[in-house]
């Protein structure tokens, strides 16, 4: 069996649970270094893994380490991604006391990973729309032309056309990431995936289960619906672990508000507010990010003030918003 046959056959992949899909479209990509690629699902699905992967059999076939740089867009504003981006020089701002080569000339070769690319300015986007065009760009505060050739992998939790219908999104990124598309099923529509993700932190653990003790977590973890998916799946049996301190007890494994479906969360709050709630503690044990627990807070916001007042310009004063601002924000979040 030669290289190329083997890796179609779960190489990288002994710790992940995945579909004969899923590997066979990391497979392509491992083996097709100029092809772009588009992760969609929601937080805590497994996308970074699934870059992981490809990465792990770029190595396997071309038999040498490849750079593979992971960023999370949503982590910073505009000037500081197109810092961390495409680098800068020394004095290109205040506080840029030294120059730096960004993570465009560190995935040279390589594959970059951008979670959350939805989140990126559209300045920031036309540049790299650039750089994905031709390889070429330029640090920031830098007139020169550097050069960097690599495989880009995004992530992303929310639709990318419905986001250039809004305009947040460049039509022609989302033209230049086309080629293989793939979406992760939340952990609530693969509950059968539970006994083998549970197998896999166990042997990572070192940990052994009775056969009572482990048909009985596996029945506990499918009854749960995991809004955070296999990140909070494994946060949860890490605490659980944690708290049983050394003497493995079923009876100390803990439920929290957002391992239930919201709708069961908030059915018993007046006025919806346990979805505010939802959102804080999804935040709080880092199932989604910062910008996103606050557009979501924020849109509850909006929504709710508008269901309370009947004047537009009651609405947008009371919040201390320009009447600009406001209808942007109503746009944004389909309020009408």
Known sequence: MDKYNKVLNGVGAENLIIDRDEDFKACILAKNEELASIIQGETGTGKEEFAKLVHRKRIYLQGEEVPFVSVNCANFNNELSLSLLFGHVKGAFSGAEKSTDGFIAEANGGILFLDEIHTLSIETQQKLLRVLNDGSYSRLGDTKTLYSKFQVIAATT????????????????????????????????????????IDVFLKNKDIMLSPAQYTELVSLCKKYYWQGNIRQL????????????????????????????????SKSDKGGYGKVMSVLERAISLDISFSEAIEEVE???????????????DVYQGLQLSRNNFYVKRRKYGLT
């Open 158 to 197: 929310k639709d990318l056309d419905e986001e250039v219908e809004k305009g947040t999104f460049l039509m022609d990124l989302r033209f230049r990431l086309l080629g293989i598309e793939l979406t992760m099923k939340p952990l609530r529509e693969r509950k059968d995936d539970i006994p083998k993700l």
């Open 299 to 313: 849109c509850f916001i909006i929504e709710e003030a508008m269901g309370l007042n009947p004047s537009v310009s």
């Open 234 to 265: 494994f946060g949860v049996l890490n605490a659980w672990i944690a708290m049983c301190d050394g003497k493995v007890n079923i009876a100390y494994f803990p439920q929290y508000n957002n391992m239930l479906k919201p709708s069961a969360v």
